[in-house]
């Protein structure tokens, strides 16, 4: 489809007029830092963030933006592809919806009341690599957390493939103990910056810098909440995949074909240009050539397993997925119940007036959003929900 591009040092994989002006103001912003490399990369689910726009690349020199990474360290998605096929499930879903809810805690500060087996084993996975030992101080609750949806556009699905084959896809991150670790350096960025005395368009655009303790300890941290969030989403799906083998009458280790894992708030050292730099994913997955990875859309819409193309000018990058189009309190505005029931017709879920903000409607079209992609990535499989689960 092409790119465009958005002043000097920003490359869109859509047309700029399909950007609202926030958006735009943002990225130019982002793009006009000293600390930016060549240029950012935005994504054609690019959307209004905290500082820098969600659905946006950025690599940077010897300097990370700690609101650009966001306060969901790590979220992500995880697929699983089954051997079973739509004939496999039972005649109704609800039931299964129901085991699903019961297995893994959802919601804005729900978590587990004791931990399971697999979650003590990833709990203790996750204390032996621990840069510290005192994140109780920052979340009493985080080890309870592994295993736990939370809430907004997290969610557990089921769908269908072109060839009625079911996959269990998820979407969650680092959850409160990711939350409080971004927020602390956030504010940390912001002090440093103005003691530096930087000129900022936006004192979320404030970074640490290499070599620094604070930088020190933020990519310790970061990278200690990725591996968090990444075993959360395999506690969740172990649970999930135990859930629909009970319900077709299963071993769990049977019926898993594939999983796929991929974050998409997050940092890394990558190689561009034969440069090493900083690359920050905000709302983007990485897409190396051959890669595989999951752009889910919204509800009662599609989600797509895709592999990488390897975009050299995108950082070998593609969008995280649909990328709201209004506002929470918008959307609320804007729709009913009467348009849930209509947008989720044929699915099974749980009908609640909280998940309205939810709808399709407030949410980009994820086929557009896959369409202007097609430089990014090759397209493996279409998903149709059939089951999805949410947390108020």
Same mark, same amino acid.
């Given at each position: 489809?092409?790119?465009?591009?958005?002043?000097?040092?920003?490359?869109?994989?859509?047309?700029?007029?399909?950007?609202?002006?926030?958006?735009?103001?943002?990225?130019?912003?982002?793009?006009?830092?000293?600390?930016?490399f060549r240029h950012v990369a935005v994504m054609p689910d690019c959307h209004l963030g905290k500082?820098?726009?969600?659905?946006?690349?950025?690599?940077?020199?010897?300097?990370?933006?700690?609101?650009?990474?966001? &306060?969901?360290? #790590?979220? =992500?998605?995880?697929?699983?592809?089954? /051997?079973? *096929? +739509?004939?496999?499930?039972? %005649?109704? !879903?609800?039931?299964?919806?129901?085991?699903?809810?019961?297995? &893994?805690?959802? #919601?804005? =500060?729900?978590?587990?009341?004791?931990? /399971?087996? *697999? +979650?003590?084993?990833?709990? %203790?996975? !996750?204390?032996?690599?621990?840069?510290?030992?005192?994140?109780?101080?920052?979340?009493?609750?985080?080890?309870?957390?592994?295993?736990?949806?939370?809430?907004?556009?997290?969610?557990?699905?089921?769908?269908?493939?072109?060839?009625?084959?079911?996959?269990?896809?998820?979407?969650?991150?680092?959850?409160?103990?990711?939350?409080?670790?971004?927020?602390?350096?956030?504010?940390?960025?912001?002090?440093?910056?103005?003691?530096?005395?930087?000129?900022?368009?936006?004192?979320?655009?404030?970074?640490?810098?290499?070599?620094?303790?604070?930088?020190?300890?933020?990519?310790?941290?970061?990278?200690?909440?990725?591996?968090?969030?990444?075993?959360?989403?395999?506690?969740?799906?172990?649970?999930?995949?135990?859930?629909?083998?009970?319900?077709?009458?299963?071993?769990?280790?049977?019926?898993?074909?594939?999983?796929?894992?991929?974050?998409?708030?997050?940092?890394?050292?990558?190689?561009?240009?034969?440069?090493?730099?900083?690359?920050?994913?905000?709302?983007?997955?990485?897409?190396?050539?051959?890669?595989?990875?999951?752009?889910?859309?919204?509800?009662?819409?599609?989600?797509?397993?895709?592999?990488?193309?390897?975009?050299?000018?995108?950082?070998?990058?593609?969008?995280?997925?649909?990328?709201?189009?209004?506002?929470?309190?918008?959307?609320?505005?804007?729709?009913?119940?009467?348009?849930?029931?209509?947008?989720?017709?044929?699915?099974?879920?749980?009908?609640?007036?909280?998940?309205?903000?939810?709808?399709?409607?407030?949410?980009?079209?994820?086929?557009?959003?896959?369409?202007?992609?097609?430089?990014?990535?090759?397209?493996?499989?279409?998903?149709?929900?059939?089951?999805?689960?949410?947390?108020?």
């Amino acid at each position: 489809m092409g790119t465009h591009k958005i002043g000097d040092r920003a490359i869109a994989w859509l047309p700029p007029q399909d950007i609202e002006d926030s958006a735009r103001r943002q990225i130019l912003n982002l793009a006009g830092l000293p600390i930016v490399f060549r240029h950012v990369a935005v994504m054609p689910d690019c959307h209004l963030g905290k500082g820098a726009t969600v659905g946006t690349v950025l690599p940077t020199q010897r300097a990370v933006i700690p609101a650009a990474v966001g &306060v969901d360290i #790590g979220c =992500g998605m995880i697929a699983v592809r089954t /051997t079973l *096929t +739509a004939a496999d499930l039972p %005649d109704g !879903l609800e039931p299964l919806r129901r085991a699903i809810e019961a297995a &893994v805690p959802a #919601g804005a =500060g729900r978590y587990n009341k004791q931990l /399971t087996r *697999t +979650a003590q084993a990833r709990v %203790d996975a !996750l204390k032996r690599e621990a840069p510290r030992d005192d994140y109780a101080a920052v979340d009493r609750n985080w080890e309870l957390e592994v295993g736990s949806l939370g809430s907004g556009n997290h969610f557990i699905e089921l769908a269908l493939d072109e060839d009625d084959r079911v996959w269990a896809v998820l979407h969650s991150g680092s959850r409160g103990i990711g939350n409080k670790l971004a927020e602390r350096y956030i504010r940390q960025a912001r002090d440093e910056s103005r003691k530096r005395g930087d000129k900022l368009p936006d004192p979320d655009l404030a970074w640490l810098v290499e070599g620094t303790p604070s930088f020190d300890a933020y990519v310790d941290d970061l990278h200690w909440a990725q591996s968090f969030a990444r075993m959360n989403r395999d506690e969740m799906m172990d649970r999930v995949m135990g859930e629909i083998a009970r319900a077709v009458g299963r071993a769990a280790g049977e019926i898993e074909v594939e999983r796929i894992n991929c974050h998409h708030n997050f940092t890394q050292k990558e190689v561009h240009f034969g440069e090493e730099v900083w690359v920050t994913r905000k709302g983007a997955i990485q897409m190396k050539e051959g890669q595989r990875g999951v752009i889910p859309g919204s509800m009662g819409t599609r989600s797509y397993i895709v592999s990488g193309r390897g975009e050299r000018a995108s950082y070998d990058s593609a969008p995280h997925g649909a990328g709201r189009r209004f506002s929470r309190t918008e959307a609320r505005r804007r729709f009913t119940m009467d348009d849930f029931r209509e947008a989720m017709q044929g699915i099974e879920c749980r009908h609640s007036n909280a998940l309205i903000d939810e709808l399709p409607g407030a949410y980009k079209d994820i086929d557009i959003v896959i369409e202007r992609s097609q430089d990014l990535v090759r397209v493996d499989h279409v998903l149709k929900q059939v089951l999805n689960v949410k947390g108020d």
